[in-house]
């Protein structure tokens, strides 16, 4: 089974970045798809940004123009550059393909925004 570990989440100040990695046991990003979700405390597990095969991209209302999501098909790494952080951002981040072919999840990383 695929195994997914996020990382590069830290306790940042409003206003500050982040840039968050997805790293794969297995080449699958020329194959799929990949989302960044996020998982606020008490709320659902929400899409955050998407990148399809072909490098397209897809952003939620709250992240659009600040956060970036890219992949490096060679590293088997999806990445999301997260700017202009607001309090409202902290959250749980994973990676995952989306819909029906989803993976199982990995941790997680921890994003904390607050001064």
Do not use: H
Request: a positive charge.
């Amino acid at each position: 089974q695929v195994q997914l570990e996020e990382s590069g989440g830290a306790l940042v100040q409003p206003g500050g970045s982040l840039r968050l990695s997805c790293a794969a046991s297995e080449s699958i990003f020329r194959v799929y798809a990949m989302g960044w979700y996020r998982q606020a405390p008490g709320k659902q597990r929400e899409l955050v940004a998407l990148i399809s095969r072909g490098g397209s991209t897809n952003y939620a209302d709250s992240a659009k123009g600040r956060f970036t999501i890219s992949r490096d098909n060679a590293k088997n790494t999806v990445f999301l550059q997260m700017n202009s952080l607001k309090p409202e951002d902290t959250a749980v981040y994973y990676c995952n393909v989306p819909g029906s072919s989803a993976l199982d999840w990995g941790q997680g990383t921890q994003v904390t925004v607050s001064s």
